[in-house]
């Protein structure tokens, strides 16, 4: 069901004359018994496809409909009875008719296609597979990685799960669950950022307009900080899919690095519009962050943890939401906001520590007096932490330590108005 939501939504972005928003942030409303008028509002769609999937054996009963958000009202709906083998014919038929009822043409160049088929449905199944788990990042990235080399292994003239290969293989690098726990974070790097180039020309091979492919290569230059490279490829990616939220949020985390701020931001606020996901609200707010727009950063941190479908997610957004109360001087507020993420999971791991020592912790960042947190938290500081302490250089040893394990161009901390003070330090300039 997550697989064909995805593919039709993907069809659909083909037709030029539709503008599809949420192709993450859809799948935070699944299974949820919510009003459709709400689910528009809150997407800032007119339309909404809604369905189901159902499976047993090799046949297939998928239902569609087309509906209006401003009032609910039905456009279109149909019921496909369909073996396996027709799935990709499925997925057209629904697009097209989405396209009728609102009255759109088609728009296809000559030989163009809305679906891209593989002639394996296993390969189709695994690569489905495959996005699942990539949405949802962290460890499940491991997971797509196999599924995907699973899917090429099936059919490997089908550009689709390359394209998917090269991005789950570049996003494993922002996770550490998602590396063997046997290599260190600088190990796994030049392992993976070079399969992921791989993967990537192998899909443009197949398919030189491949959206997804080309976000994947343009990251993999961003983060050897070939900058003029990376942004070259995301204009490509942007020029074969302009509603692609993806390629909007990482050329706008390419243009954070290089200092083009007002552009950067501008990039960030598309992808969150195109596509109301947590991650996309968590770097609109890091660059508003770095503008100095505290206020509003604050807001679009706070859109995340809304967003956030799982616990773990929430946690997670609630963990960086505290360390920008924290930035900003908000100490009760950073203070209940970890406590807050500790009480969604009492079973987990704290996010932090104990509610004594998540008192304690601020309470010694607050004062700048570092005998008043605890020792065992000192790995929890970070540089913002060491900043307010009035100690620069532990600042800067930090971040040294971070820079060798993660020896990539991303230098967006580095523009937070709190950090220039670390800047002349020749470790730092070097």
């Known amino acids: 069901g997550e697989g064909m939501t995805e593919e039709i939504l993907n069809s659909l972005i083909k037709i030029r004359d539709l503008r599809v928003s949420g192709r993450t942030s859809t799948f935070a409303y699944k299974g949820q018994d919510k009003d459709l008028r709400e689910i528009g509002s809150e997407l800032g769609v007119g ?27 039905h456009l279109w709906g149909d019921q496909y009875d369909r073996s396996m083998n027709d799935v990709f014919a499925i997925q057209t038929e629904i697009a097209e008719a989405v396209a009728e009822a609102l009255r759109v043409p088609l728009g296809l160049g000559a030989g163009e296609q809305l679906v891209t088929p593989t002639a394996d449905l296993d390969a189709y199944d695994l690569y489905l597979a495959g996005r699942s788990k990539m949405r949802e990042r962290g460890p499940s990235l491991l997971e797509a990685v196999d599924l995907f080399k699973a899917a090429v292994a099936r059919d490997s003239t089908w550009a689709p799960a390359w394209a998917g290969l090269a991005e789950a293989e570049e996003l494993r690098i922002w996770y550490g669950g998602a590396r063997p726990d046997s290599l260190t974070a600088r190990e796994f790097i030049a392992l993976a950022l070079p399969e992921s180039e791989r993967a990537a020309q192998h899909a443009l091979e197949l398919d030189p307009d491949n959206a997804s492919a080309l976000v994947a290569l343009g990251s993999v230059q961003r983060n050897r900080a070939e900058w003029e490279a990376a942004e070259t490829t995301y204009l490509r990616a942007l020029a074969a899919d302009p509603d692609n939220a993806e390629a909007y949020q990482q050329y706008g985390d390419l243009l954070l690095n290089v200092g083009r701020i007002a552009e950067a931001i501008r990039l960030l606020d598309r992808a969150a519009a195109l596509d109301r996901a947590p991650i996309r609200f968590e770097m609109l707010g890091l660059g508003l962050f770095v503008d100095g727009r505290d206020a509003e950063g604050l807001e679009a941190y706070e859109l995340a943890v809304s967003r956030h479908p799982t616990v773990a997610g929430q946690r ?47 309470n010694g960042l607050e004062l700048a007096d570092a005998s008043l947190i605890p020792v065992a938290m000192y790995d929890s500081i970070g540089t913002f932490g060491w900043i307010l ?18 020896p990539f161009g991303r230098v967006i901390e580095f523009r937070f108005p709190a950090w220039q003070a670390l800047l002349t330090d020749s470790r730092i300039q070097e």
């Open 47 to 73: 339309y909404l496809v809604e369905g189901s999937v159902r499976k047993a054996g090799d046949q297939l009963r998928i239902t569609a409909q087309l509906i209006d958000a401003s009032d609910g009202s």
């Open 316 to 362: 997670r957004a609630l963990n960086l939401l505290a360390r920008r109360y924290v930035a900003g001087g908000r100490w009760e507020d950073a203070k209940e906001t970890w406590k807050s993420a500790n009480r969604l999971d009492p079973r987990a791991p704290p996010v932090l520590g104990s509610d004594e020592e998540i008192e304690a912790y601020v």
């Open 389 to 406: 302490l009035g100690d620069l250089d532990g600042a800067v040893e930090e971040r040294l330590e971070t820079a060798v394990e993660q």
